[in-house]
């Protein structure tokens, strides 16, 4: 009867409610850190995994194998994910939070399959994770690095004592060329150090050698 099937479809639809509460909890704390990816991706990225997998198990009978669609759903938000990762200024970014989408599918997997312990636990499992690996402990804070252009005239070991300077052990980029007899160096170089404006300032007054000092981390 109508009832019969109603009934039915609800407790499916609880599964994919639940599916939408654990995939806010986790773009939520994506949201509070900023990322890309934030509540609405992470609640829809959860609930289509979950309405996908109660519909790969419910919908074509007991004949159906209900883990072909599983399978496309890990490999269909791999593509998703792809598209949240960039490369810039030599870093690659946005690496954790296209994992935690693609992690999020699994959680909204594990609810259309019913499996509730596992799906509440992974929830708090990634969102513990997130919460103590962004703690500024030693153990666990990132290096930042900082981009430096640097032009200088070259005539026996100054390439070395710019690379003692920023805390550095080689250029990325180097360009060689020869003005009116003189060797000019211009140079790109990552450093740990954050450099003030007065801090560089001084470097080119202290040292004569050095024609112009560019920080362009930000670029």
Known sequence: MWWEIFLTEGRMLLDVLLSALLGFLIGYERKLRLKEAGIRTH???CVGSALMMVVSKYAFGS???SARIAAQIVSGVGFLGAGIIVY???????LTTAAGV?????????CGGRLYVIAVGATAIMIAVQCILHLKWGIFRSKKTYSVKIEFLQTSDENL??????GTDRFNHLVITRVNGEVIYSATLNTEIEFSSTKLNEIILHHSFIRSIERCDND
């Open 161 to 166: 004592q710019i690379k003692k300077l920023f």
């Open 43 to 45: 609640t829809i990225v």
């Open 102 to 110: 693609w992690a999020t599918a699994g959680v909204g997997m594990a």
């Open 88 to 94: 810039k200024q030599h870093e690659v970014r946005g």
């Open 63 to 65: 004949e159906a194998d």
